[in-house]
């Protein structure tokens, strides 16, 4: 089995890449297409990213090899959206903790997954960077986590 053949079978909107053109400001089409962007625009699922990091790490029972390669998929995609997050903002210059998360999340979400446990150890290891990550971005940027969802996970952690 190869990571395409199960692979998701519409590609995640993070995953396609549409170069831009350069759209003066002030005009109508620059604020036609920041209102699409914004229209268009999803907040991070922290319940979804918590739940799915959990099971990963935490769960006696991890995910089977073909829902493996969609796990690691969705790690890779967050890990791009919190990168982005972390990076972007000119206000809060990323720490040297944050940039090393970044990188590290790249180059682990880079390698191919084969099968078996060495598949589960890659992901485990790119869910691990993800988690710190995230938690990086909620304390320096104040990325908002739902409350229930932190209280389900402190509970689902906690022995």
Request: glycine residues 6%; negative net charge.
């Amino acid at each position: 089995m190869t990571v395409t053949e199960a692979a998701p079978p519409a590609a995640h909107p993070l995953s396609l890449h549409t170069p831009e053109k350069h759209v003066p400001r002030g005009t109508r089409e620059f604020y036609e297409d920041v209102v699409s962007r914004l229209r268009a625009w999803e907040p991070l699922p922290t319940g979804e990213i918590t739940a799915t990091l959990d099971r990963v790490l935490e769960s006696p029972d991890p995910p089977f090899d073909r829902e493996l390669v969609y796990v690691h998929w969705q790690l890779r995609s967050w890990h791009q959206r919190l990168s982005t997050i972390a990076l972007a903002d000119r206000r809060f210059p990323p720490t040297a903790e944050a940039r090393w998360l970044v990188e590290n999340g790249k180059v682990i979400g880079e390698v191919p997954i084969g099968g078996g446990t060495g598949a589960l150890g890659t992901v485990r290891l790119l869910a691990s960077t993800l988690l710190s990550l995230l938690d990086e971005v909620a304390r320096t940027q104040g990325l908002r986590v739902d409350e229930d969802d932190a209280q389900t996970r402190s509970r689902r952690c906690s022995p």
